[in-house]
């Protein structure tokens, strides 16, 4: 099993780029989420999906688009990249049941100039 | 403002001393707790967690423990190891609200050896 991944794991983006993030996991997980990671913040939630073709906003959701058309896969996508965007962002996915860990992916670190 | 909180961005410890990070919370609907632990270029990954209905919980040299009280919790390692060398996030969730986890600022362990 690979778990989580992402793709790609590092990008370098101009102002006003678009681009998507890929997650994939094998765990035939319920649950997917994307989070952002700055440094002294934690992790913060972007976007989730509680199953296949179905999202909602989390903590941080602005400038950020989701889909989930696939069960086993989570887009997240920037429409037009802008410098405070740059994180490093982490997906992760988890069961269904309320007592659960969340699996995460190794990351993607983005730098938007 | 943040709901949880890690107010040593720091820790340094001899090997097989003690480790102790702290963890504070403001959100009372908070029920579940989970310790995460994040190496370089890596994904955090599951370490310990603890329900609200209960106060300690152990698993080999990790011990987290809850006062909700003080809506505060502790993670406790002993004895540390130079392999416990990271950064920890403490995270909180309420059970009814999809999973989702609201984390901490992070502390970074130091083991020496």
């Known amino acids: 099993n690979a778990g989580v991944t992402q793709t790609p794991k590092f990008r370098v983006l101009k102002t006003g780029q678009s681009m998507t993030l890929l997650c994939a996991q094998d765990?035939?997980?319920?649950?997917m989420y994307w989070y952002r990671q700055d440094p002294g913040m934690g992790l913060r939630l972007i976007h989730y999906s509680v199953g296949e073709g179905t999202t909602a906003k989390g903590e941080v959701p602005d400038g950020y688009n989701v889909s989930r058309l696939k069960k086993q896969n989570f887009l997240l996508g920037l429409e037009s990249a802008a410098p405070s965007q740059t994180s490093v962002y982490f997906c992760a996915s988890s069961y269904i049941t309320s007592y659960n860990e969340q699996f995460f992916g190794p990351g993607t670190r983005l730098t938007v100039l | 403002d943040q709901q949880v909180k890690q107010n040593s961005p720091s820790l340094s410890v001899q090997e097989g001393r003690i480790s102790i990070l702290n963890c504070d919370y403001t959100n009372s609907m908070f029920d579940y707790f989970l310790w995460y632990k994040k190496y370089p270029a890596e994904g955090p990954t599951f370490l310990i967690s603890i329900s609200s209905i209960k106060d300690k919980n152990e698993d080999g040299r990790f011990t987290v423990f809850l006062n909700k009280s003080a809506k505060h919790l502790s993670l406790h390692i002993v004895p540390s190891q130079p392999g416990d060398s990271a950064v920890y996030f403490c995270?909180?969730?309420?059970?009814?609200?999809?999973?989702?986890?609201?984390f901490g600022g992070g502390t970074r362990v130091l083991v020496k050896p």
């Open positions: 995270a909180a969730s309420v059970r009814a609200a999809g999973n989702k986890l609201t």
């Open positions: 765990m035939n997980h319920e649950y």
